[in-house]
T-cell receptor
Framework: DAGVIQSPRHEVTEMGQEVTLRCKPI?????LFWYRQTMMRGLELLIY????????DSGMPEDRFSAKMPNASFSTLKIQPSEPRDSAVYFC???FGGGVGVTEAFFGQGTRLTVV | GENVEQHPSTLSVQEGDSAVIKCTYS??????FPWYKQELGKGPQLIID?????GEKKDQRIAVTLNKTAKHFSLHITETQPEDSAVYFC???????????FGTGTKLQVIP
């Protein structure tokens, strides 16, 4: 398997524009996570899905952020409108729960978002 | 919710020496404690994890210890090598939920 695949790797956009980040999890994994990484706040969990259903979105910073998982092999994180403070590296990760408790999360390479 | 504190934030060691990173957590219901290594430009990658039913786990040059009573756990890297240079994150779960809270990270530099 190619691992978790994120696109784009880098995104530069102007303030006010819509940004869409994409993620393809590892085949067979039933959990998908979106994280944001900044120097100030470290690695923050934004939202996670189980079997394509959002379980916990308490980390989503505000209504400008939304995430979807229309099927088991694809998820998007959308920011509309984007602001300079949204500049960060966004990671997608997936894991296989298997009913054994918390398990290893496999991370993608991340999308570095810069909002100017 | 879970709060994970990690120390030190930066650590420099000579090649061949040992490195120790310590973390504390707040939720007594936490049972899963992974450690991730993040190299520059990459996503974090699991290097070792421990569950609450054991006190220590070892994998070659890395080991993790857990003290549930004191709510702290540590990562030990022996015989450090330049390729160990990276940022290391500890994490703890939310008492059974399939999610973890990460510590703030330790930037380890191994000096050849």
């Amino acid at each position: 398997d190619a691992g978790v695949i994120q696109s784009p790797r880098h995104e530069v956009t102007e303030m006010g524009q819509e940004v869409t980040l994409r993620c393809k999890p590892i085949s067979g994994h039933d959990y998908l996570f979106w994280y944001r990484q900044t120097m100030m706040r470290g690695l923050e969990l934004l939202i996670y899905f189980n079997n394509n259903v959002p379980i916990d979105d308490s980390g989503m910073p505000e209504d400008r952020f939304s995430a979807k998982m229309p099927n088991a092999s694809f998820s998007t994180l959308k920011i509309q409108p984007s602001e300079p403070r949204d500049s960060a590296v966004y990671f997608c990760a997936s894991s296989f729960g298997g009913g054994v408790g918390v398990t290893e999360a496999f991370f993608g390479q991340g999308t570095r978002l810069t909002v100017v | 919710g879970e709060n994970v504190e990690q120390h030190p934030s930066t650590l420099s060691v000579q090649e061949g020496d040992s490195a120790v990173i310590k973390c504390t957590y707040s939720d007594s219901a936490s049972n899963y404690f992974p450690w991730y290594k993040q190299e520059l430009g990459k996503g974090p990658q699991l290097i070792i994890d421990i569950r609450s039913n054991v006190g220590e786990k070892k994998d070659q040059r890395i080991a993790v210890t857990l003290n549930k009573t004191a709510k702290h756990f540590s990562l030990h890297i022996t015989e450090t090598q330049p390729e160990d240079s990276a940022v290391y994150f500890c994490a703890a779960d939310y008492g059974g939920y399939q999610k973890v809270t990460f510590g703030t990270g330790t930037k380890l530099q191994v000096i050849p």
